[in-house]
């Protein structure tokens, strides 16, 4: 007789074998089948585990559990990704510091996580907040520091002048504070960057050969933006400035008929004559409270202002008004650009309204179109001077050669990616181990002091002042010594953002608690890591933040390889009633009541079964129902195990054939397909009343990395009491029992398909000719024809040539 399974007691039961046996810790000696298997960590925070995480961790905790039963040795670390502005919010409201509230929402976390099942190998948890790791982040500013890869420069941060504090860009709404709703401002203060675009073109050439989603190496790609194209500089009437500009067309030089700077653009007040200051100044305000994203739209009306200088073009000698506009970013290249009207759409419509000159220089042939569009597109050169008549590729050529030649400018590439400005102006991160002194500047902390502690006297307020950084407030932590020149100095006040800290922590799994080094270094055969799983959200921040980091630590001798994560997937997203699910809305699902009611594995067996795991699905209260019956089913047929018996011929094969796809599915991630054959399986079992071991046995080992408890369960019940069905090797199959014993026979007639029919295993190749021959839709061909040549492939295919 079936015993009751009681979900909760055996998964409790389970978990607890599993981790005195410190299953999950792999042997770390064995490179042989070593199989790296990284989700992203998550956030700490004081709310339940939703179905995203879920959806997360559990099918690919049934990947990594496949690939062990397939003989792989598997490391599936966890950790927490603990610093950053929810605890500080959290501190400010209600006064409890980051440090205890972090730690009690990791416990909590780290409780449920463990509900999932999954082989964490809980010996190497890490936590990003900890001083132990963020020691370890310092080195790493240190080591770019010393590599000339961490600089300081003076830029803009979000200002809300009523709280008077700095604001993150979350926190400002359509430039609006989110805490007050006060119009934000910028205030420009010194930060630092890491200089990613040194390897800009590295990034993007190295996304050639990665297994990830095509769709973010194509994000990635945009991002980094590399455009081929020429510097050119042009001088300025009555004024010793130049003006820089970026152009990917050259070759249509002798269309420019005004410029534009950004309005931010260093040269604007010295280009501004007196009688357009006005006007100038009353622009730059307006343009400072607008977003760049507002700002660039496509589709906006155009704004500007003349300041009243002239460029002069360097070919024709043409003197062009310089304006001001919002649609040139001065992020963006130089800040300037050459007004090209007649080959850009936003030139174009900027100079029909100022009414400035379009003149045609480039047609699909070389004679004029009227002059009346724009044209962008590349072409034949015209009223271009000696270019006339050149295609356009080539007036590139010639453009660039003479730039140079004039000491003008030349040929450039240029990228959109930004070098990455690290600096927060926020308490819960990782100090910037940098001393500021008045003697020697800034200068870096020596490695043996790290590390340079969060101080725990901070005042935790909504405002900080002047001061800008909470860090600043604490005096014990402000005032220091010059490591130099031992004079008395001020810390630097900022912490790091918190991409930095999640930018390396992978290299540091394999040896989590080593404390003299950020990583084991006899460990580095287990990276890169071979499956890294989490949000497509994350594909031009952490996911490219982590490749510079990464090439950047080879670069310093500490690595051998240049790419952190060898294959990439994105989990897709559950839904509700076919939209996502959000605290907002009131259409979340809790996880846990649907595990208290039927168990975690039920649980995560549902959301592996609801859709194609790159895809997601939507979420049906009665969905979980099905495959709570399933598992009841699986539970009765386990317990009509009868050795004694031989089952039936066809019933072996079906087993042997869904051994074969169920492993072809679980291998690909095809979770959903793979259930649903095992559900076709125990459908069918369910009809018999007597089952051999074999079939069984094939049933729990194949269902093992779904239900991962309740296969323990079942095998120890009908198998091994002291061995773990993980400790199974995945089943074989005998490939002569799952032939096919029924092909369909598709017929053509002078290779044009007209029809097909089914023949069983062993019909002779005269019966298919003959079956062929009789179809109807075949028939009327051999009657007006004569048949001249019959072609047979076996089981597949018969070509009739008539004529
Ligand atoms: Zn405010
Ligand atoms: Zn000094």
């Known amino acids: 007789m079936d015993k009751e399974i009681n979900y909760i007691e055996i998964e409790k039961k389970w978990q607890q074998k599993w981790a005195e046996s410190n299953s999950h810790t792999p042997d770390f000696d064995n490179l042989d089948d070593k199989f790296y298997c990284l989700t992203m960590f998550s956030y700490p925070s004081g709310d339940k585990l939703h179905v995203g995480h879920w959806y997360n961790y559990g099918p690919v905790d049934t990947y990594a559990r496949y690939k062990k039963m397939n003989g792989s040795n598997v490391f599936q670390p966890q950790g927490f990704d603990s610093f950053g502005l929810p605890a500080e919010n959290y501190a400010i409201k209600h006064g409890v510091p980051p440090l205890e509230s972090t730690k009690a929402n990791i416990g909590k976390m780290k409780e449920q996580l463990q509900r999932i099942g999954a082989m964490f190998d809980w010996s190497n948890e890490l936590n990003t907040s900890d001083q132990k790791y963020y020691r370890w982040t310092q080195w790493l500013f240190l080591e770019l520091y010393k590599n000339g890869l961490a600089y300081q420069k003076t830029a803009p941060v979000n200002w809300c002048p009523s709280c008077a504090t700095v604001l993150a860009n979350e926190q400002v709404k359509d430039g609006f504070c989110d805490r007050c709703a006060t119009q934000v401002t910028k205030r420009d203060l010194k930060q630092w960057f890491f200089k990613i675009t040194d390897y800009a073109e590295e990034l993007l050439v190295g996304l050639h050969d990665l297994d990830w989603p095509s769709k973010t190496k194509h994000m990635q790609k945009n991002w980094i933006g590399k455009s081929i194209g020429a510097e050119i500089t042009f001088s300025i009437k009555d004024n010793d400035s130049n003006i820089s500009v970026f152009t990917t067309r050259p070759d ?76 040139v970013l001065i992020s963006y290249g130089s800040g300037a650009i050459m007004a090209v009207p007649s080959g850009d759409q936003r030139d174009f419509d900027f100079a029909q309204k100022f009414n400035l000159p379009i003149t045609e220089v480039t047609s699909k042939d070389g004679t004029s179109e009227g002059g009346n569009e724009c044209y962008s597109g590349y072409g034949v050169c015209l009223n271009s001077d000696s270019l006339n008549g050149l295609k356009s590729e080539d007036a590139i050529t010639v453009v660039c050669e003479e730039l140079k030649n004039r000491s003008i400018g030349g040929a450039k590439v240029q990228f959109k990616l930004h070098d990455w400005l690290i600096s927060r102006q926020r308490y819960w991160g990782t100090p910037i181990p940098i001393v500021h002194c008045d003697n020697c500047g800034s200068v870096p902390v020596p490695e043996n002091d790290l590390p340079i502690k969060l101080p725990t006297d901070i005042e935790f307020s909504s405002t900080y002042g002047d001061d800008i950084s909470p860090l600043a407030t604490s005096q014990t932590f402000l005032n220091t010594e010059c490591p130099n020149c031992k004079k008395p100095a001020k810390r630097d006040p900022d912490t790091m953002d918190t991409f930095v800290c999640s930018s390396w922590y992978y290299l540091r799994y394999p040896n989590a608690n080593i404390s003299n080094q950020p990583f084991d270094k006899s460990l580095l055969s287990w990276l890169p890591v071979d499956l890294y799983v989490g949000g497509a959200e994350h594909a031009t921040m952490h996911l490219l933040y982590a490749r510079f980091i990464t090439k950047a ?29 959000s605290k907002s809305k009131g259409n979340t699902v809790s996880p846990d009541k649907f595990i208290d009611q039927y168990g975690s594995d039920t649980f995560r067996a549902y959301l592996m ?195």
């Open 553 to 581: 630590l080879r670069d310093f001798g500490h690595l051998n390889f240049g790419e952190p994560f060898k294959k990439l997937i994105h989990q897709g997203t559950i839904t509700k009633d076919g939209t996502k699910m």
């Open 252 to 327: 249509t030089i002798y269309g420019v008929t005004y410029m534009v700077l950004a309005p931010e653009h260093p040269l604007v007040e010295k280009l501004t004559t007196s009688g357009n200051s006005v006007n100038i100044n009353n622009y730059i305000e307006i343009s400072r409270k607008k977003s760049e994203i507002e700002r660039s739209a496509i589709d906006k009306e155009k704004t500007g202002a003349f300041t009243g200088s002239y460029a002069i073009n360097p070919f024709n000698g043409e003197e062009r008004q310089i304006w001001i506009s919002g649609y």
């Open 609 to 803: 079964f609801m859709g194609p795991f790159e895809e997601g699905g939507d979420w049906n209260d009665k969905g979980i129902t099905g495959i709570s019956r399933f598992l009841s089913r699986v539970v009765k047929n386990c317990a009509k195990i009868d050795n004694k018996i031989e089952i039936d011929t066809s019933i072996t094969k079906l087993i042997n054939k869904t051994i074969k796809t169920v492993g072809e599915d679980l291998n690909q991630l095809k979770f959903n397909t793979a259930i649903s054959k095992l559900m076709e399986l125990s459908n069918v079992l369910a009809k018999i009343d007597h089952l051999n071991e074999f079939a069984v046995k094939s049933l729990i080992l194949l269902l093992a990395p779904i239900t991962p408890h309740l296969s323990e369960e079942l095998w120890s019940r009908y198998f091994d009491k002291d061995v773990s069905v993980f400790d199974q090797k995945w089943p074989k199959f005998n490939s002569s029992l799952i032939i096919d014993d029924e092909f369909e026979i598709a017929v053509q007639v002078n290779g044009k398909l007209r029809g097909n029919f089914n023949i069983k295993l062993g019909t002779s190749k005269d019966k298919v000719l003959e079956m062929a021959r009789n179809l109807d839709n075949v028939g009327k061909f051999l009657l007006n024809g004569i048949l001249v040549k019959e072609i047979y492939i076996p089981n597949k295919i018969v070509n009739l040539v008539v004529k």
